[in-house]
């Protein structure tokens, strides 16, 4: 005996079920013996099929435990479920793979007067002057292009701005670097906690603790050992935009721990919680990068028609294709940007952060 749908430890939205003044009811499908008589958490179920059975239930907290009981056999069971109603139609925007902007801040830091200056934060301001959109921007520590360079070496000259912008600009952790692909796959826990830490650390000094976007994060390639998920709960990282993609219908990659029917799920709902590791993923709606201005409002159109219970919008979008010197510039980088978020405003969606929409504390 088991719950179906929503599935096990879903994070839901409205859009998952009908609001109520203090509750959201969600129908549900349970999985038990045919013929029996169910109940969740008191209501009677119909039996809709053998061994699937129909039952609505009211959430009325964050975390919901639902009781499953089999009369007929005389056996209970527990389900959880979450109710995110803040993740009710927002949407963000995340920024991968970045260092690139704070390596260029640093070597103009006697003639830029803001961060701003720099082309592509400069981008990200007007998005967010017309839009108001919250951005998380994900970062390396080091890279080895354009002659090097490390977090240490980003001048605190910025930091109050840096601070003063903290209500819709936030950095978090991505990678130590670019490469090697998949670096984190079977990392082991000092080498990740040290990462994370070097990260943070220049991150608070340059741009001060309200920058850093933790307990949020995007992981480089979203594959990760047992050692390095528990590296980072124990750095509070523990809310991961996932990129989740799914192969077919049995099989899916870069899911960080989760299995290949929790992946396919996670793109149903606003998010899974998952109590081995007492972390939250949810997973990403669109890499903008990979289609036109065009391409971008048909992608999303047929995401919402797609995932109609999700109720929210993630967007990302990579730094290099913004350079006209990277292999594969994108000459059309800032109007898939603006198309992308464009769309959100015009189907209704009001920026925020994950940190206030996903976990309650």
Not at 85 to 99: H, Q, V, W
Not at 100 to 119: C, M, V
């Amino acid at each position: 005996m088991r719950l179906l749908l929503p599935h096990e430890n879903a994070m839901l939205s409205d859009a998952a079920g009908v609001r109520l003044p203090d509750a959201l009811a969600v129908d549900c499908v349970l999985i038990a013996e045919p013929g029996h008589r169910i109940l969740l958490s008191g209501t009677p179920a119909k039996e809709a099929g053998p061994g699937r059975y129909l039952a609505r239930a009211n959430l009325t907290g964050y975390r919901n435990v639902l009781t499953l009981t089999d009369e007929t056999a005389g056996e209970t069971a527990e389900a959880v479920l979450f109710w995110v109603p803040r993740a009710t139609g927002m949407y963000r925007l995340s920024l991968d793979d970045n260092i690139w902007n704070l390596q260029d801040i640093a070597r103009h830091a006697d003639t830029y007067r803001s961060i701003f200056d720099n082309p592509y934060l400069g981008l990200m301001k007007e998005v967010h002057d017309r839009f108001g959109t919250k951005i998380l921007m994900n970062i390396y520590y080091e890279c080895p292009e354009h002659g090097g360079f490390t977090l240490s070496e980003m001048p605190d000259k910025f930091r109050d701005e840096f601070r003063a912008n903290a209500d819709w600009f936030r950095i978090g952790f991505h990678a130590r670097a670019d490469k090697p692909d998949r670096l984190y796959e079977n990392v082991d826990y000092p080498t990740l906690a040290r990462d994370i830490e070097d990260v943070r650390r220049e991150v608070v000094r340059f741009a001060g603790e309200e920058a850093w976007a933790a307990p949020v994060t995007t992981m480089h390639w979203d594959v990760c050992s047992d050692a390095g998920m528990r590296a980072f709960r124990d750095e509070n990282l523990r809310c991961f935009c996932v990129t989740s993609r799914l192969l077919s219908d049995t099989e899916s990659d870069l899911r960080l721990q989760m299995t290949d029917s929790q992946a396919r799920q996670s793109h149903r709902y606003a998010g899974l919680y998952d109590p081995q590791y007492d972390m939250v993923y949810f997973t990403c709606d669109l890499y903008v990068n990979e289609h036109t201005p065009a391409g971008v409002r048909r992608a999303l159109d047929e995401n919402q028609a797609r995932y109609p219970g999700r109720g929210f919008v993630e967007l990302l979008i990579h730094e290099q294709y913004f350079y006209p010197d990277y292999a594969h510039y994108l000459p059309d980088y800032r109007e898939r940007v603006l198309a992308a978020v464009g769309w959100c405003a015009e189907h209704g969606y009001h920026p925020d952060f994950m940190r206030e929409t996903l976990l309650e504390s």
